[in-house]
Every structure is written in structure tokens, then in C-alpha cells.
T-cell receptor
Framework: GQQVMQIPQYQHVQEGEDFTTYCNSS?????IQWYKQRPGGHPVFLIQ?????EVKKQKRLTFQFGEAKKNSSLHITATQTTDVGTYFC?????????????FGKGTLLTVNP | NAGVTQTPKFRILKIGQSMTLQCAQDMNHNYMYWYRQDPGMGLKLIYYSVGAGITDKGEVPNGYNVSRSTTEDFPLRLELAAPSQTSVYFCASSYSRLAGGETQYFGPGTRLLVL
């Protein structure tokens, strides 16, 4: 079945440093979504990427979807303590159903003030 | 809108007991999902529903049952609780079935401890 791998599993940074998490799928994706989960909270939708090579920005966050639609990345510039949490990618298999997402295991980001 | 609501927030069960985790959404979403989240393991899909009266198994359905009698409600049933079912359970819903058009909205979660 479809697998979505995410690295790194953990990342600790000093406030102001940059952060990147990578997501790789074993199969071609129709789209990929990113979610953020604060400690003790629930996943919250951040963004969805659909097109090959797509790049989207949300303030200090930059999301990329690979040309082959099998990988994605989330980059945070100049991290802040409010960025703390676990970032999940979730992909939908291009050949599968339209309503099931496969989640990566997430990257836990901690920020030292 | 309240969005997706879940009850209870926390529950302790003894092995072999049964319980129902409640989930409701007021966004008129057709699609609803149950996930479990174990530490460091991401989200695993238990069951999902594409509309009232229609449910299907996800990745880890064993030990669970669901029903969807209305668009709003999607309860998850544990019949014989086992320690392996200790986890955080999230219910989610979404509106669109079109590829590229779907966002999942998550409830606050239910923390379940089976002893």
C-alpha cells in the first residue's frame, strides 16, 4: 500500500534559525496536504498542493510539491516559539480513492527561545 | 459553527469493557473519519464514511465498529477494550470528494487509556 515517509522525526532549533521537513511518497500523489498539531492539540490544516512543481508561501512558511508529485517539503524561515508543534504531511494516491489520506509520522519541531 | 466535536475528552477503561466515542459535526460534511494517534506514529485511519448509511474500513479497523445514521454523527464503538487500544482518537470531517478540493477538519480528540 501507499507509504508516506517524513524526515526528520525530530528537530530542535534556536529561535531565528530555519527549519525544513521533507515528505516522500512511495507512489505518485494527486495532491498533498500539510497539517500542524500543537502539543496536546489536534491537527490543523495548513495548505494543499496539487500541481507538479507547485510552490506556495504563507508568511514565513514555504511549501513545495515535487515535479514527480512524489515528494514535498515545508520550510520555515526564522523560526519563532509559536512554530512549535508537529508538522504532518498527508498524501492522496493518484490511483486511489478521493477521500482517504495517508499521513506521514510527522516532524516534531521544538524551538529554544 | 462548533465544527467537529468529540466526547468524552478523556476516559479510562478496564480490559474487556466497551464504550462509544462520540463525534458530531455541524458543517454538513458528507465525509467523516476516525483516526488513532499513537506517540511518534502519526495518524492511522480506523474507519471512514462517505455519507449517511455508508461506512468502510480504513487501515486499522480491528476491534472497532462504526455507524453513520445521520450526516452529523459518526460514533466509534469499542466492544472489548484491550491495552493496545490505548491511544488518542481523532474524528475528522471533510466536504469535497474532488481530488484537490478536500480539507479535513479535526475534532479536539479523545484520550483513551485501557488498563
Amino acid at each position: 500500500g501507499q507509504q508516506v515517509m517524513q524526515i526528520p522525526q525530530y528537530q530542535h532549533v534556536q529561535e531565528g534559525e530555519d527549519f525544513t521537513t521533507y515528505c516522500n511518497s512511495s507512489t505518485t500523489l494527486s495532491n498533498i496536504q500539510w497539517y500542524k498539531q500543537r502539543p496536546g492539540g489536534h491537527p490543523v490544516f495548513l495548505i494543499q498542493l496539487v500541481k507538479s512543481g507547485e510552490v506556495k508561501k504563507q508568511k514565513r512558511l514555504t511549501f513545495q510539491f515535487g515535479e514527480a508529485k512524489k515528494n514535498s517539503s515545508l520550510h520555515i524561515t526564522a523560526t519563532q516559539t509559536t512554530d512549535v508543534g508537529t508538522y504532518f504531511c498527508a498524501g492522496r494516491n493518484s490511483g486511489g480513492s478521493n477521500y482517504k489520506l495517508t499521513f506521514g509520522k510527522g516532524t516534531l519541531l521544538t524551538v529554544n527561545p | 459553527n462548533a465544527g467537529v466535536t468529540q466526547t468524552p475528552k478523556f476516559r479510562i477503561l478496564k480490559i474487556g469493557q466497551s464504550m462509544t466515542l462520540q463525534c458530531a459535526q455541524d458543517m454538513n460534511h458528507n465525509y467523516m473519519y476516525w483516526y488513532r494517534q499513537d506517540p511518534g506514529m502519526g495518524l492511522k485511519l480506523i474507519y471512514y464514511s462517505v455519507g449517511a448509511g455508508i461506512t468502510d474500513k480504513g487501515e486499522v479497523p480491528n476491534g472497532y465498529n462504526v455507524s453513520r445514521s445521520t450526516t452529523e454523527d459518526f460514533p466509534l464503538r469499542l466492544e472489548l477494550a484491550a491495552p493496545s487500544q490505548t491511544s488518542v482518537y481523532f474524528c475528522a470531517s471533510s466536504y469535497s470528494r474532488l481530488a484537490g478540493g478536500e480539507t479535513q477538519y479535526f475534532g479536539p480528540g479523545t484520550r483513551l487509556l485501557v488498563l
